[in-house]
T-cell receptor, first 118, second 113 residues
Framework: GAVVSQHPSWVICKSGTSVKIECRSL??????MFWYRQFPKQSLMLMAT?????????EQGVEKDKFLINHASLTLSTLTVTSAHPEDSSFYIC??????????????FGEGSWLTVV | AQSVTQLDSQVPVFEEAPVELRCNYS??????LFWYVQYPNQGLQLLLK??????LVESINGFEAEFNKSQTSFHLRKPSVHISDTAEYFC???????????FGTGTRLQVFP
């Protein structure tokens, strides 16, 4: 079936550096992808909607310059956490809707990426 | 604003026992409702969803959930759980016509032998 894959699964970076997380739809095209983050024992919170070929739409309270989203192709969206700080440590997860008709417009989620900033 | 409440952060049960994972939502408009499951080291997988029609929806692995509009609930049930059902379960809601999901905090189902 359709799969969404994220890379890396785990990443540790130094404070002040930037880190990129990739989200790929492996066997379907996704014009729209979504980025969520989850703090321990809290809900998944929608950060932004990634739109292929145009600017991402950010949720209220999410810093656009902090979390850069690029959706350059129909199968890849990237989230770059710039000048990361320890408070950015979190679980980041992406999703994409398969609109090909094979799966009833199901939304698929990636495996998630654990970011630890030290 | 929409919100989803999962009252139980953890639910420990013995194998073959029944289980109910509670989910309540708040919304002023019609919604879609979902249950997702996350097995260890895996991504979220759709378990079942309510879009319209029958208020009782079932999954292929024995789970079911009933949409109760008056109580704004969408509780997940299974009459007899297996060890393999051990996972994190997330309830989610979205407005009609949107892909934006609002998630609950999740419930950790732990099935013991």
């Amino acid at each position: 079936g359709a799969v969404v894959s994220q890379h890396p699964s785990w990443v540790i970076c130094k404070s002040g550096t930037s880190v990129k997380i990739e989200c790929r739809s492996l066997d379907f095209q996704a014009t729209t992808m979504f980025w969520y983050r989850q703090f321990p024992k809290q809900s998944l919170m929608l950060m932004a909607t990634s739109n292929e070929g145009s600017k991402a739409t950010y949720e209220q309270g999410v810093e656009k310059d902090k979390f850069l989203i690029n959706h350059a192709s129909l199968t890849l969206s990237t989230l770059t956490v710039t000048s990361a700080h320890p408070e950015d440590s979190s679980f980041y997860i992406c999703s994409a809707r398969d609109t090909s008709g094979r799966s009833g417009n199901t939304i698929y989620f990636g495996e998630g990426s654990w970011l630890t900033v030290v | 604003a929409q919100s989803v409440t999962q009252l139980d952060s953890q639910v420990p049960v013995f194998e073959e026992a029944p289980v109910e994972l509670r989910c309540n939502y708040s919304s002023s408009v019609s919604v879609y409702l979902f249950w997702y499951v996350q097995y260890p080291n895996q991504g979220l997988q759709l378990l079942l969803k309510y879009l319209s029609g029958s208020t009782l929806v079932e999954s292929i692995n024995g789970f079911e959930a009933e949409f109760n509009k008056s109580q704004t609930s969408f509780h997940l049930r299974k009459p007899s759980v297996h060890i393999s059902d051990t996972a994190e379960y997330f309830c989610a809601v979205s407005d009609l016509g949107t892909d934006k999901l609002i998630f609950g905090t999740g419930t950790r189902l732990q099935v013991f032998p």
